[in-house]
């Protein structure tokens, strides 16, 4: 059985439903999923999972959240290596520009990413929400 965290940071709730769809999504594909708050989780903490899912919205100029989130990415980033990492988040604005510079980031430290990762915009309602399950169930495979 695979064992997922699924670590985030929300402003508004959006990126948190959705982490929370995605553990739903992973723990009905069999998986043992953990799912906290950035400010609630540590590296050590998440180096220890076999898949790690990292949600964060785009802020600003299409960065991550800066004041936990990146510093947590930061840390993270010296030792993922040839990890299974996946990336998500809500928007605003913008054509998910943050996404793609934070999938290429991590690959540039050796991540291995599930996909180019998951945008919403705005809140996961609708289809969105089962875009989340979907794209959580799809994590202890790959």
Known sequence: MARIIVVY??????TARMAELIAEGAA???AEVTCKSVSDASVAEALGFDRIALGSPAMGAEVIEEQEMEPFVEELSKSIQDRKIGLFGSYDWGDGEWLRSWAER???HGAQLA???LAVHLAPEGDD????????RQLPAF
């Open 115 to 117: 996909d180019e990762g």
């Open 9 to 14: 940071w929300s402003g508004t709730g959006n």
């Open 28 to 30: 009905a594909a069999g």
């Open 106 to 108: 991590l690959r540039g």
């Open 129 to 136: 929400q089962e875009r989340c399950r979907a794209w959580g």
